[in-house]
């Protein structure tokens, strides 16, 4: 009975061995035919690797049918291919952008003039009063014991003519100079992106930046303002606080110190200023900016 009993269990001992070892084939197998787990797109890492997107775009292709067409909204995988080739960032670069001054053209007409050298700077010789002709301006009013005007960004408020006025911010610029360029640029809104960025950017593919800061770098007092007409022309209770010393240049250079800018402010020329002041007046501005790019 002893001898019986041992065969048995020698049995069942030789077939438990067998199905261990279909299991390790089973489970081998399995491992081999699994995806990675680093190739599926999940919640916690919804965009894989270029190389994992390569990966994903081939699977796709072979599984779909090549004949029936789809109206599925494109993934998150799929980008629209950047406006500018990259270029190498220099550690200096100075572009050479024409030089105008406003004194004894446009006394409060910063914003006109930078934007007459870009527009030189691209071949498109302007005179300035037509610059002026096509740049929306408009007087503060007063109404019922309240003084009224747009925002900078509607108007230029007042007129470039008059060294009593104000001035305007990039939408009213750039809505200008797309009357006025040659065929084949276009003026852009780049508000609210840091200098260093917009310098980094915009200089090494020899595009000057039409930056707002302060004259004289400056700082920037409220000391007067008005209430704001709506987008209809219709008064509102909103208060805005102008900026003095608001002032526009032109971005031509930069290097580990300074930036370079043309002033247009009483004929100065080219001017300098260490990068970190020229930050500073720019951000308390509201970081406003504007360029022109290939359309």
Request: glycine letters at 6%; charged letters at 20%; proline letters at 7%.
């Amino acid at each position: 009975m002893q001898s019986h009993r041992h065969i048995h269990y020698g049995r069942v001992g030789g077939a438990l061995a067998i199905l261990v070892l279909v299991g390790i084939l089973v489970f081998a197998v399995v491992k081999i035919v699994k995806p990675d787990d680093s190739q599926q797109v999940s919640l916690e890492n919804p965009l894989p690797s270029e190389t994992q997107s390569m990966t994903l775009a081939a699977t796709q292709a072979a599984t779909e049918p090549t004949t029936q067409a789809t109206t599925q909204a494109p993934t998150e995988l799929i980008t629209e291919p950047p406006t500018t080739e990259p270029v190498e960032i220099p550690e200096s670069i100075k572009l050479k952008v024409p030089y105008i001054s406003q004194k004894g053209l446009l006394p409060t007409g910063c914003e006109l003039v930078s934007a007459k050298m870009v527009l030189e700077y691209y071949g498109k010789k302007v005179d300035v009063n037509d610059i002026v002709e096509n740049t929306i301006s408009m007087y503060p009013k007063t109404e019922n014991g309240r003084t009224y005007a747009p925002h900078p960004s509607q108007a230029f408020i007042g007129s470039p003519w008059d060294e009593t006025s104000f001035g305007c911010f990039p939408p009213v610029i750039v809505n200008m100079m797309n009357k006025l360029l040659p065929e084949g640029k276009i003026a852009k809104d780049v508000s609210g992106t840091d200098l260093q960025t917009l310098a980094e950017t915009y200089l090494p593919r020899n595009m000057p930046v039409l930056v707002w800061a302060t004259i004289s770098m400056l700082e920037h007092q409220s000391t007067i303002g008005w209430y704001l007409y709506d987008e209809e022309g219709e008064p509102t209770d909103e208060w805005y606080g102008w900026q003095a010393n608001e002032h526009c240049l032109v971005l031509v250079g930069y290097d580990s110190k300074y930036y370079y800018l043309n002033d247009p402010y009483g004929g100065r020329g080219l001017v300098s200023y260490k990068r970190e002041l020229v930050e500073k007046r720019f951000n308390s501005m509201g970081q406003y900016a504007a360029v022109v790019v290939d359309e």
